[in-house]
Nanobody
Framework: QVQLVESGGGLVQAGGSLRLSCAASRRAFSNYAMGWFRQAPGKEREFVVTISPSGASTLYADSVKGRFTISRDNAKNTAYLQMNNLQPEDTAVYYC??????????????????WGQGTQVTVSS
């Protein structure tokens, strides 16, 4: 059973920063990509970023490129999302996810088999 636990969400003013963490209980964590998605009220869940199993490659949504940075520490079974220059439109529940197959950089939600419970990020103007 794979479990993902997010932490680090909260309330921040526009222009501020937050760092989300996603701790995974999973054998061979380093064999699987990790992704972050978000869902704002009344909107569909959207892709934010994904990182390859080794951490060497990343893929960002245009809306966060240059502001968000994904990383992972395979020794700690943890993925991170550093979010800088946050804007009110970034307000959402953020979810980390991982696939059951060894995709390199999956960006479709349907490619991910395991999801965390989500952490709320609220950005005030």
């Amino acid at each position: 059973q794979v479990q993902l636990v997010e932490s680090g969400g909260g309330l921040v003013q526009a222009g501020g920063s937050l760092r989300l963490s996603c701790a995974a209980s999973r054998r061979a964590f380093s064999n699987y990509a990790m992704g972050w998605f978000r869902q704002a009220p009344g909107k569909e869940r959207e892709f934010v970023v994904t990182i390859s199993p080794s951490g060497a490659s990343t893929l960002y949504a245009d809306s966060v490129k240059g502001r968000f940075t994904i990383s992972r520490d395979n020794a700690k079974n943890t993925a991170y999302l550093q979010m800088n220059n946050l804007q009110p439109e970034d307000t959402a529940v953020y979810y980390c996810a991982t696939p059951s197959s060894t995709f390199t950089l999956p960006r479709l939600a349907s490619s991910y088999a395991y999801w965390g419970q989500g952490t709320q990020v609220t950005v005030s103007s």
